[in-house]
């Protein structure tokens, strides 16, 4: 009897033995299961004092080629040169995971060219990953692009990614298809809970959040992403002049702050901005002459305290300014607490040269009483076709049932 309690005792010891062996190995060694990379198997100080660009690259490249997730403590890694993550050689395309920890960062000292340049990737999920810009001008935080007529870079979310940029002229946080042309698309590319921000107290020139430059850019979607003290928040208009954006992007409960400009827009399709709040910046939206009319949505946002810009220009005072036959609708949308503007709320020229009509549409919401009407049209040869529908006034934060022409802001 107690040899056969013994020989009991001894099994159950030796089965605790090994659940805890196994929890050790799925708890202390989580390699064994997640099969991932860290910065830190490379070499990487993470101190932002020594250079570990060689280790990032090589992180990079080893979890492309192995198929590994990428995991990013929370350090701050010094980079001087940018890092590609492109496809492995024979290969077209590839996925990659990437979870970035806390408080981490990649400090981006190079000259030219962006902190990390991505081409060909699809079907993979970024989080947390955390990029600040030192002070070089027209470099970026992340680059998304093609490689000509080939690797298409698709189907990623960006979640709680954030870029910081330095005080260099012409910085950008994300840049898109700089490269790209028809024959590969950016596509389906989700931005969540993303931000980028400029310099605190003073927006320096040529700053860009979301930067489209590709010519085939299709249905991309930032949700609930912010932009403060930016020159422009969103832009499609290319430094390159033949290579300016086209396609598709939506905006979800987007907001920003300090911005000289939300949305410069040309040559493009279809933007629908809808939800969210805008607030103390100069313009709303731009839209220069090119060679596709996009249409455009505003749609149940917030604008508060812009104080348009005073400029030598037409754009001077305005918060929409149409230099296209475009169509924009503004659709219950709430424009108040603003500073007197010096000339019209929507100014629209259009370079139609007579050749077209723009629209423009504002149905429901309300906005701030001004002493003049507040839209100017057809200043030259393009005729706009304006429409008003249940539009109130604030008076004092008031909203009276309808606009009327005894206001002065409705034009005949």
Known sequence: MLGSLAKALTTLFMLTGFVQQVKAVNVNNPKTAAQYVSPEDYGAAGDG???????????????????????????????????????????????????????????????????????????????????????????????????????????????????????????????????????????????????????????????????????????????????????????NTSTDTKNTGNGAFYFYGTGTSHNNLEFEISNAQTYLINGGRFELGKHMLVVHNGNVAPAIIFRSIEISNYNPAETSDLMNGCLFFLDMPCSLKIDGCNIGNQTPYTEKMIRAFGGGEGKAIGTIIIDGGSIAALKNKFYQVNLNKTKWSVYLRGVGRLVKGVRSDMMDDKAGMVQK
């Open 49 to 235: 004092i020594k250079d570990d660009t060689r280790a990032i690259q090589s992180m990079f490249s080893s979890a492309t080629l192995k198929k590994l997730k990428v995991v990013i403590p929370a350090k701050t890694y010094k980079i001087t040169r940018t890092i590609s993550i492109v496809p492995p050689a024979g290969s077209n395309e590839f996925r990659l995971d990437v979870e970035a920890n806390g408080d981490n960062v990649f400090l981006y000292g190079g000259s030219t060219g962006a902190c990390l340049r991505i081409v060909g990737l699809r079907f993979s999920t970024w989080k947390g990953v955390k990029i600040k810009l030192l002070n070089a001008p027209n470099i970026v935080g992340i680059d998304l692009d093609t490689d000509g007529t080939a690797h298409s870079t698709s189907n990623i979310n960006f979640t709680t990614c954030h870029v910081s940029l330095g005080k260099g002229i012409g910085q950008r946080g994300w840049r898109i298809g700089a490269v790209s042309s028809g024959g590969a698309d950016i596509s389906i590319i989700n931005w969540n809970n993303c931000s980028v921000y400029g310099n605190y107290g003073k927006v320096i020139n040529g700053q860009i959040g979301w930067h489209n430059e590709g010519p085939n850019s299709l249905n991309n979607v930032l949700n609930t992403c912010f932009g403060a003290y930016l020159d422009k928040f969103f832009s």
